[in-house]
């Protein structure tokens, strides 16, 4: 049997939507209008054995925050077999494949949604990061006082103001997906492929300025009315404060109000009575390049130094080995080093990635037996040069 990781053409379009309907219950029709779309912000590839599509996936190059410059990246989605061809190993091929695609385009990481997280973890991925997820009625949200100023609905017109508020209150946190114009009108706003997201509003100050944004819709759960809010992003804690007060309107509409925020948001401190809250993980992300990362990274501008570090990685081989990372006015340089004794911390592939999105503290990571620092000292430039807020990411693939 042949084996062939390629583009899939638009002849093969039919198997991949009913590929699609058999893992993930989508509507057929709804996939095929998705994949016939001009403006659609992926890549398909499959991997056909003597000619059939045997797996497939989607792509979708674009660029993350990292810190003050974006980092090259790409999401997966969509992976799926058809029932009679699994268990043959396609999806651990195809995988393997799409990393080294990525690599070879220039594209450090990769980040996909993962059914289950020890499926993917056997390939290298890691949970990069967490979020809160709220929800309480919306009388909790009654307290806070409207303010001048107004809330105006919003579409694919508002996507540069949408963007600037995005982009300005999320700045700094790793992984926060770099939006273009398509992405934001085919993957966030409500659009005829895949309807998701059905109302968004902008508030604007008495001069004007849009200062935050929400984007909502309302499902049934049971017998509850739920608003589910997908992204509420505010300037500043009077823009926030005006999210909250257009929650407690649609008191006598729905029974629950659903939220979710980064991990280090301390939303509940704003509450007179707290919101339910639990932590749920992010996506999965890889490292498919090390070298390629720890050179386009964001670093803090006062880090300086040199570490080593030890790295194995059983699935993609060129990232095993000792590497050499100095820092200076934000830059890193990264290059391998040919002693294999010369390292102050030594981790596997997955460990590291919580380190780099600064989910998990060096020093903690060490202390949870994620990595082995035989250079205390090493513990300390790691603590510098991965520091900032917490991960977030509210895409998905």
């Known amino acids: 049997m042949t084996l062939t990781y390629q583009p899939i ?33 992926t890549e398909l590839r499959g991997m056909y054995a003597d000619g059939r599509l045997v797996t497939q996936l989607e792509l979708y190059p674009f660029e993350v925050q990292s810190g003050q410059t974006p980092l090259a990246a790409c999401g997966i989605g969509a992976v799926s077999t058809p029932p ?27 980040l996909l949604g993962a059914f289950k997280e020890s499926f993917y973890g056997q390939y290298g991925w890691a949970v990069f990061g967490e979020r809160r997820y709220y929800r ?27 963007d600037a508020i995005y982009r300005t209150a999320l700045r700094g946190r790793f992984g926060l ?19 998701r ?3 968004t509003f902008i508030w604007r100050d008495p001069t004007g300025h849009g200062r935050s944004y929400l984007i909502y819709r309302i499902v049934q759960e049971g017998e509850k009315q739920v608003l589910r809010v997908h992204e509420a992003v ?32 301390p939303v509940n401190l704003l509450f007179p009575d707290s919101l339910e809250c639990h932590t749920e993980p992010l996506d999965m992300l890889r490292i498919v390049d090390v070298a390629m990362l720890l050179n386009a990274y964001s670093y803090p501008r006062e880090a300086t130094g ?12 060129h990232n095993n080995g000792v590497f050499a990372l100095e820092v200076a006015g934000g830059v890193g340089q990264c290059t391998r080093v040919a002693d294999t004794t010369e390292a102050g911390l030594r981790c596997d592939i997955r460990a ?13 990571a060490a202390a949870f037996g994620l990595l082995e620092a035989p250079d205390r000292g090493a513990l300390g430039l790691a603590e510098q040069f991965f520091a900032g807020l917490a991960p977030f990411l509210s895409d998905s693939f």
């Not at 638009?10 to 029709?29: I, K, L, P, R, V």
């Not at 309480?136 to 949408?162: H, N, R, S």
């Not at 309107?249 to 280090?264: K, S, T, Y």
């Not at 040199?306 to 081989?317: E, G, Q």
Request: proline share 8%; with cysteine.
């Open 9 to 41: 053409p638009e002849t093969d379009y039919d198997s991949f939507a009913q590929s699609a309907q058999m893992a993930f219950g989508d509507d057929t029709e709804i996939v095929l209008r998705w994949l016939r779309s001009i403006d659609r912000p």
């Open 84 to 110: 009679h061809e699994r268990r043959r190993g396609h999806v651990a091929q195809i995988l393997r494949a799409a990393c080294d695609e990525i690599r070879e385009r220039g594209m450090s990481i990769t």
């Open 136 to 162: 309480g009625a919306p009388q909790l949200f009654a307290p806070f006082k409207p303010l001048a100023g107004q809330f105006t609905p919003a579409g694919v017109e508002q996507i540069d103001e949408l």
């Open 177 to 195: 997906v770099i939006r273009s114009p398509i992405w934001w009108r085919r993957k966030v706003l409500s659009n005829d492929y895949w309807p």
């Open 197 to 199: 997201y059905h109302h």
């Open 234 to 265: 505010a300037l500043d804690p009077q823009a926030r404060s005006q999210l909250f007060v257009l929650l407690a309107n649609f008191r006598d509409q729905v029974d629950e109000i659903q939220l979710r925020a980064p991990a280090d948001a």
């Open 306 to 317: 040199r570490l080593t570090i030890a790295i194995s990685d059983n699935w993609l081989p």
């Open 352 to 364: 590291l990635v919580p380190v780099i999105s600064r989910y998990v503290k060096p020093r903690t």
